[in-house]
């Protein structure tokens, strides 16, 4: 499950790549967490993805896992684990791309 989970994330990191790039990264950050049925506050959103980014550069999550779990701690009640690694791809995807490795190490390591 968490493997398929992933690969569906990484596909999703996949696409948004391709995605023509906008004037506003928050609203092409909020349209790319509609595509996988995440909601709520546009700013809020945005403001956790700015956090995972930050997290990251910080070394506070060592890994995409442990951003995972801080996401999944944030994200509205009912979101799924699958929701959780969207939310950490999209946030990568726009806020620090150059942290993209430590999203490919994780999909290989539940690959």
Request: hydrophobic content about 40%.
């Amino acid at each position: 499950m968490k493997s398929t989970t992933l690969a569906a994330a990484a596909l999703g990191l996949a696409v948004a790549l391709a995605a023509p790039v906008h004037a506003d990264p928050d609203i092409d950050f909020a349209n790319e967490l509609h595509t996988y049925g995440i909601y709520g506050p546009r700013d809020y959103n945005a403001w956790l993805g700015k956090i995972v980014c930050e997290r990251l550069y910080k070394g506070v999550d060592a890994d995409a896992d442990k951003s995972v779990r801080f996401i999944t701690m944030n994200l509205a009640k009912g979101s799924t684990q699958a929701q959780a690694w969207q939310f950490l791809g999209a946030s990568i995807n726009t806020y620090c791309p150059e942290k993209r490795p430590v999203f490919e190490q994780a999909a290989e390591q539940h690959h």
